[in-house]
Each structure stands twice: as structure tokens, then as C-alpha cells.
């Protein structure tokens, strides 16, 4: 494998972006070159390899990945935009890194839970090896440890939802930070919930507890489903506490809804990986047609969002978050009027790019696809 250490590496990378080096690579650009020595490689582009993979539980996997010296950091709880290729075509999806932000060797690591019908995590689980190079946006998102630590954080999670709360307290725990943090994790059973060995590891640090709850199976330290009482339980100061949030729609509904009852709701910082509820459901009252102008398919209009209907209609456009966050499924519409399904805006200008999972048509709509 071909490797160049790291003052070489910078003087290589002035080089090969300038006008001279790209002047001769046209048309191709010079990373279509430089993968063929190391698929890792490129000139502005994030790209990482993956180091080890490790399956923590059944239904999820763990991919630690070095990324190339484009890659700027992260704070803990932001996510990325990580594309995979797969059958020729490159796929991406939004992943919380779950490692502390100030790991040493600069390493990341991603934990993937296994959706039985998702395309990349099931791709991740069977087919993810070292040396697999993926593709990485620089890292996203305000639901983040702000600068100046709090001194007193509750984590609160669920299932695939530990993971930006595990680097919030892997990179608590790396800094020394003593103030108090408080981690409550929700799973359906024990066996199901990965990082259980470190987390009881943590407890050593003495600013440091860790609730478990199971809500079906396995013993924790709580029982049942969130409630007033598992809140107290953990964090009786809570509302001097900033809380970070993460995990399925019944949780974070749950515990935002209290905290708005309770009046502390400016404490509580919630990160969602999907909608609670569909965009916008299909609606006899719809009207109008659907045009996907390259294809040359048509489809009447049935209310829901743009992508879906896209994809009921037999297309596969890319899509990332599948909740208006990432953009991966931003496409040219180029006539007609579409409401966003997030705010209420209508927008009815020619040819502009909208993204296709939190628009819905209004009336006939063409887009190029
Ligand atoms: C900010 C953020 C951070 C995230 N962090 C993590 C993380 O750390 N760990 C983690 O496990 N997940 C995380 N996620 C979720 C992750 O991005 C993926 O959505 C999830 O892993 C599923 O991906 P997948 O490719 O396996 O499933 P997908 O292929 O995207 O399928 C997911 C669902 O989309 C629907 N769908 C897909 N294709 C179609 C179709 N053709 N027609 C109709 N419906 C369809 C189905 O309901 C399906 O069940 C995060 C999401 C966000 C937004």
C-alpha cells in the first residue's frame, strides 16, 4: 500500500492542486489518477479507509475508518455524510461517529445498526472489510458539546441513538472533564445494546454515571419505558442540566415533551436519525401530474413527498437522511410549484433545486430526472 508521511504529503497536495497539475488532467480531474495508485487519495475530497470492523451485537456492525488529510475533525454528536459504492453505484447515508473527538490517532469510528430493509446498512454488515474506502462529507450538524463544557450533562439515548452521546462521553471522559455527566441509554434487550463492557468501564470515573434500561429484556439499573420518575432517577437536578438527546421518535417525543411540561425545554438538545411521522402522507385531495422529465415517467400526483413518489413511480434517485437535513437528494425541478413539507413554503420558480424527501408537489411538476 502506498503511504507518504506527513510534510511530504502537504508538499504533494499544493502541487497537485495547482492550475499546472490540473491543466494536464483535464478532462478527467486529477483524483481519477491519483485513486488509481490509492483509492484513498484525492485532492479536496474526504476519504477514508476502513481499518477494522467489529460486530458488537447481532444487528449492528462497527467500522473504524482513517480518513486522508482532507478531513478537518469533528466536535462530538455531529454527524457525516458517508457514501459507500454499491453494484457500481455510490449510496450515502448520514452516520453519528461514536468516537471520542480527541482520539489520538485521528481515527473514527462508525456504529451501524442493521435496518433488515435498508440497502447500505445491511451492505455495511455483510459485505464491510479493512481496506474498504469509503467516501465522507466533513463533519455536520449542531448537536455538538458546545465549547465550553457544562458542568453538569445529562445523555439520554435509544438504540441506534447512543451513538453521538458515546462520543459526547468517550470525549468527555479523554479530556478529564469533571463536571457531571449522567448517561441513560434505553434498549429493547440487553444483548441488543452495544457498548455495554465500556460503559461499565466508565464508571470508574468518579463524575460519572451510567443508567441502563432494557425495556424488554435484561437486567438494568431502571425499568420500563422514559418516564418523570426514571428522569428524577437519573438526573434529580435536570433542569440545571444541558441534556443531549437521541434515539427513535417514542423517546425523544417523550422526553421533549416533558421537559416542555416541566418548562426547561431550552435545556434539552435533541438529535433525530428519521421523521417521527412520514412527510406527508398520501391524500385523495392531491391533484396534478407528476413529471420525471429524463426518465419519461409520469404519475399522478397522490400528495406525498416528492421522493417517494419518485420511487413509487420505479426511479432511484440518491437520498441520504430522508429528512431534509443532508442533500444528497437535491434535484432540478424545472417547472411547477412544490410545498415543503418542513416549513409550509411554496415555491413555485422554474428551474430550482429542491430537495426531493420534504417537498410535495402542488399541482403538475416536472423534474429532471
Ligand atoms: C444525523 C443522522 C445521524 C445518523 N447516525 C446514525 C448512526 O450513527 N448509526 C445508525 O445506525 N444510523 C444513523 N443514522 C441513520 C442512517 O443514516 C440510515 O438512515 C439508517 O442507517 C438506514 O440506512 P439503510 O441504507 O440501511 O436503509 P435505507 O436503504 O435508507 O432504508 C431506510 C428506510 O427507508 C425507506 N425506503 C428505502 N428505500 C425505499 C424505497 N425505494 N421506497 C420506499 N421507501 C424506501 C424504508 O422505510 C426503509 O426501511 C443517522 C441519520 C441521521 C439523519
Redesign the pocket.
Known sequence: MATLTATPKRVARRLLASSFVTALATPHGVDRYLELVNPAWSVDDVRARVTDVRHLTDDTVTLTLRPNGNWRGFRAGQ?VRFGVEIDGAR?T????P?SSACRRDGRIE??????P??????YLKEHARPGLVVTMSQAE?EFALPAERPQRLLLISGG?GI??VMSMLRTLCDEGHTGEVTFLHYNQTADQAPYQEELAALRSNRNVRVLRVYTEAGDGELSGRFSREHLLAAEPRYATAETYLCGPPSLTCAVEDLYRAQGVEERLHT????LAAPAAPASPAASGQLSFARSGAVAANDGRSLL?QA??AGL?PEY????G??FTCTTPKRSGAVRNLLTGELSDEPDEDIQLCVNAPCGDVTLDI
Open positions: 454527524f449510496r447515508r448520514c452516520f453519528s461514536a462508525i456504529t451501524a445498526k442493521v435496518n430493509a435498508g440497502e447500505v446498512t445491511r450538524g441506534s451513538t453521538p438529535e433525530r436519525f428519521t417517494e420511487e413509487a432511484t441520504g437522511c430522508r429528512m437535513i443532508c
